[in-house]
């Protein structure tokens, strides 16, 4: 192992730079893994816009990444009583919780309580230096065993298929029920597979253009926004009672309020995508046909759970996968990720 790696840094908003930096060393429970794949992420893009100052990053310069898979070179104190050892295929994901405020120990690490404060809770890629390097240090709570069935390029997108199905326990799917999907990125496409997973008897993904043409490709009936109220035809495909569950995943103040709109007498949205501006919602109907609307947050334990899905093919990471670049080429991958005309679902980048 050489004692130098290539990681991309962003050295203040879309200035972007692929430097010769020292390979980190781990340290108490934490390992060191040699990067195989990341995944460029709708959060990455934002962050290297500048979208999110002082909060992600805390400040620039940053190295991002916070979806990927690799294997272990390096074990810091305390990983190997820990069960780890040099050579394991692993899958990373961000959150590196305190472990000890109650929302950890009730396991809902997502919503640390000590979020972000120095030592106690880091969330890689965010407010805590990424993957998008040759090498990456994690703490072993938050690296899971990689089957070797799964590819390093499929093992970078468990992170975003663990989103997908936090988000659609979130919605409390019941078997039987009809699940709408408003957003057909990649994470509205993997709550689709999370719904079905869920027991959903029916999937329908509202979204425009290419990518609602991979959904339907992928099994769901789909919706275009485009072609006229996506409400109405929801409401139409039900019979006019509307959706049990809907899970919002665009992140968009139109998409939000077209999925309150599509939900049944008492039915639930839960909420993953994150608009950049406030949202005004219509509250009678919320009071008077009691509907719920519920945010998730990254993902609580389903990186383990998800895992036999993807492997057995009824979470289609592999499908999604449309590109690959090298480390080097990191810019162009990122231009092409925000190209809506290029066809890009999931951009794999291999340092």
Known sequence: MNETMQALVVQQPNVLEIQEKPVPLPGPNEVLARVRSTSICGTDAHLINGDYPGFWPPAFPFTPGHEWAGDIVQLGPGAEELGWKVGDRVAGTSHNACGVCQKCVEGRYNLCENYGKPGLHAQYGHNHQGADATYAVHNVKC?????????????????????????????????????????????????????????????????????????????????????????????????????????ECAGVPQTLTWAMAMLRKGGRCAMVGIPTEDVMLACKSLVLDELELVGSRASAGEMRRVMPFVADGRMQVGELITHRFPLVEYEKALATFNDRGSGAMKIIVNP
């Open 143 to 247: 690296i899971f065993r990689l089957p070797d069935s799964i590819s390093y390029d499929e093992g970078a997108i468990i992170d975003p298929a663990s989103i997908a199905l936090h988000v659609a326990r979130r919605g409390n799917i019941n078997p039987g029920d009809t699940v709408a999907i408003t957003g057909a990125g990649a994470i509205g496409m993997l709550a689709a597979d999370a719904a079905r997973i869920c027991g959903a008897a029916r999937v329908v993904v509202v979204g425009r253009g290419y990518r609602l043409k991979k959904a339907g490709a992928l099994g769901s009936e789909i919706v275009d926004s485009e072609a006229g109220d996506p409400v109405a035809e929801v409401r139409e495909l039900t019979g006019g009672r509307g959706a049990d569950v809907v899970l």
